[in-house]
């Protein structure tokens, strides 16, 4: 076994250096990001703790097929990006809707929701919107995908999927009485 693999069996077993060491060796990986991410302090954070989070829970060494120093760093690398993804994405939507008319209304309208709790918005959409509806949404305008991906995804036209996100802002915009009927 290489010195990775048996830095994540000790953490695993609650050995706090070997979590350092860890850390230490993801380093440069986490200032990337970091810096990526404009040097928010709390993503930072997010990023170290999804580290952590792989470590202690998500990493099962049994079931991983081969289970060496080049795997375990491929792992860790490839999830740190995909959460970083997710944080980009995030932090976008977030600066959007702080830029956007439309949000300063919505936000006076639902008053005392943080906007960081996105599971929140997420069930109020999914009130407002058919399932068909909200996935469309979701992917193009939360997620950030293309029209043409979300299609892909949903394995319908390009057309049906703009016809569907078409139809649910503006069920969105009747619902914070921005159109009267």
């Known amino acids: 076994m290489g010195e990775l693999v048996n830095l994540v069996v000790k953490a695993k077993e609650n050995d706090e250096k070997a979590m350092l060491k860890i850390l ?22 997010e990023i170290i703790f999804k580290i ?13 097929r081969t289970v060496n120093d080049n795997v375990l760093l491929k792992y860790i690398s490839d999830s740190v990006y995909h959460h970083y993804i997710y944080l980009s994405k995030n932090k976008r939507l977030k600066e959007s809707y702080e830029m956007t008319e439309f949000s300063e209304e919505i936000m006076a309208d639902i008053s005392g929701i943080n906007f960081n709790d996105d599971f929140i918005i997420i069930d109020l959409l999914k009130s407002i919107l058919t ?7 979701y992917y193009t305008e939360i997620m950030d995908y293309t029209s043409e991906e979300t299609a892909k995804m949903l394995h319908i036209s390009k057309q049906a999927c703009n016809q ?18």
């Open 52 to 64: 952590v989070k792989l470590i202690k829970i998500e990493i099962i060494l049994e079931k991983l």
């Open 164 to 181: 569907r996100k078409l139809r649910a802002l503006e069920k969105i915009k009747h619902y914070y009485g921005f159109v009267e009927n």
């Open 131 to 137: 399932e068909k509806e909200f996935i469309s949404v």
């Open 24 to 45: 230490e060796i993801f380093e440069p990986l986490i200032k990337k990001y970091h810096r990526l991410l404009g040097y928010d302090e709390d993503l930072k954070q």
